[in-house]
């Protein structure tokens, strides 16, 4: 009987399973997407994809994406406003599949799960949130460059020589945006504004006090340090050369704890920067180049800082000696390799003043005097060993007789030189060495003449001589007169040869 029953039973529900699944898949067909159709239901962000194919969903995307990003930023600097867009700031839609999802939606499983995803997402639409970013090094170099530069820098009271007299300016506060606080601002702003059109940040910004006040900056006037060399006014280019790059120099102030560059204040040696050819040294031979005697100017200024009795932080002796100063009292300048440098090791500015004027170049150095009114500074230059030059060195030029000689460059002797520091206070005497320096010798350079003499064409041949007549006899000879005496012949004065101007090294060192 039982058996009877579960027949029928098995058979009705066999029925209803079979019902619903034709009903399901009737329904399923009836709502089904085509495959390249979103369903409905799904949204990016606030764009309803519901029934747009995967071109027209992208293009949705993109054109909501793009309009974020021509949202605007605005930057308060201290009242002024740095205005940008957050695309040009640098912040992109990070990468995504959104729009494959939403396709998959309803297709990708059997159709009861088809359906079912189809139902739920129309009843609770699926949503989709793009997100953006900017890399911190964009944002912070926005910070940087166009924020700060809506900060005035603080100003420090100045120093200048007018008519003879020193004067002092006064000093000025300053602001300056804090890079790493407003660049976080900024991207805290942009997460938190989302939905304003114009996004408003407050740059942190700090006030700026001067370094040197005036009362400071009117303490620099005693003259602590000067030094003069002398030159050849009648070389024209190497005296304007000395007096372009004092130029560059005069008139310039060291706040404490700075270094002085002299490389970089004259820099470039060229002609747009004033400067002419004129002697130098290079490789041990004496060249023209623009800017060639420069180094006077740096040796000059070097022995004012040395009176001065500042912190020297680089000095190169030249490759060879000069006249203008004795041998480790000077300061050469070449390329990016040899430089003079100086730091303000005082409390109060430094002004630099200097000039040429008829064959003198000068610098003086004005601070505050702080030494003993009884201390006295001398320096004193060592010649520790002497270097002969050696042996001629000798050019043959096939292009001059064999006869020609000419001296191209006189020798150097070389040296090996200290210098020292005497100072006398109190009735104590103190030495110290200050530098030790090294010049080469240099041999004399001379080019002769290596021709090769012409021979002379032999002469045409003669037919067979014909025997000449017998001479005819001739009177006695008459005796000469004897000769006068001639007065002793004089020695011929040689003339003098002027050595080159005093040089520099290849990039304008003298």
């Not at 579960?6 to 019902?19: C, D, Q, R, W, Y």
């Not at 520790?384 to 150097?412: F, L, M, R, W």
């Amino acid at each position: 009987m039982n058996k009877a029953r579960k027949g029928p039973a098995f058979v009705v529900i066999l029925i209803m399973i079979l019902l619903i699944t034709a009903y399901v898949y009737a329904a399923y067909q009836m709502v089904k997407p085509d495959d390249n159709i979103i369903c409905d239901g799904v949204f990016v962000e606030s764009i309803n994809l519901s029934g747009m194919t995967r071109e027209q969903a992208a293009e949705a995307v993109k054109k909501y994406s793009d309009k974020y990003l021509q949202r605007t930023l605005e930057v308060d600097v201290n009242g002024k406003t740095v205005t940008t867009t957050l695309e040009e700031l640098g912040y992109r839609c990070e990468d995504h599949d959104y729009i494959e999802q939403a396709l998959q939606i309803g297709k990708g499983n059997n159709p009861f799960t088809n359906y079912a995803q189809i139902r739920d997402t129309a009843a609770k639409p699926v949503v989709y949130n793009l997100k953006y970013d900017c890399p911190e090094k964009d944002i912070r170099e926005f910070v940087k460059n166009k924020c700060k530069k809506k900060c005035t820098k603080a100003k420090n009271a100045k120093v200048k020589m007018q008519d003879g007299v020193l004067t002092y300016t006064d000093a000025k506060e300053g602001s300056t945006v804090q890079v790493d606080s407003t660049a976080e601002r900024i991207r805290k702003s942009v997460e938190e504004q989302e939905k304003e059109e114009i996004i408003r940040v407050k740059a942190d910004v700090k006030i700026q006090e001067p370094t040197v006040t005036k009362d400071q900056a009117s303490r620099c006037k005693d003259k602590i340090g000067s030094f003069q060399t002398s030159f050849n006014a009648g070389n024209v280019s190497r005296s304007r050369n000395l007096a372009n790059a004092a130029r560059l120099i005069n008139d310039h102030v060291i706040y404490p704890g700075e270094t002085f560059s002299v490389h970089d204040t004259i820099s470039p040696l060229t002609e747009e920067n004033g400067y002419y050819a004129a002697p130098s040294y290079s490789n041990g031979e004496v060249v023209d180049s623009i800017g060639g005697g420069v180094c006077q100017v740096s040796t000059t200024l070097y022995n004012a800082v040395l009176k001065a009795e500042l912190e020297i932080v680089e000095r190169s002796p030249h490759s060879m000696v000069v006249s203008y100063v004795k041998p480790s009292m000077d300061a050469a300048i070449a390329g990016d390799y040899k430089d003079f440098k100086f730091r303000n090791n005082t409390e109060v500015p430094i002004y630099i003043e200097g000039g040429t004027y008829s064959g003198t170049i000068y610098f003086n150095l004005y601070g505050e005097e702080t030494r003993s009114e009884d201390r006295e500074v001398t320096f004193e230059s060592e010649t520790i060993q002497t270097i002969q030059p050696g042996a001629d060195k000798i050019t043959y030029d096939k292009t001059k007789p064999a006869s020609y000689t000419e001296v191209t460059q006189e020798a150097h002797i070389g040296y090996k030189a200290v210098l020292w520091k005497i100072v006398t206070e109190n009735g104590k005497t103190e030495k110290t060495q200050i530098n030790s320096s090294t010049y080469q010798a240099v041999p004399r350079y001379i080019t002769k003449g290596a021709a090769k003499a012409t021979p002379k064409p032999s002469a045409r041949p003669t037919e067979k001589p014909k025997a000449t007549a017998k001479p005819k006899a001739t009177t006695k000879p008459k005796v000469t007169p004897k000769a006068k005496a001639t007065t002793k012949p004089q020695a011929a004065v040689a003339p003098a040869v002027e050595e080159p101007a005093d040089s520099t090294e290849p990039t304008g060192q003298q």
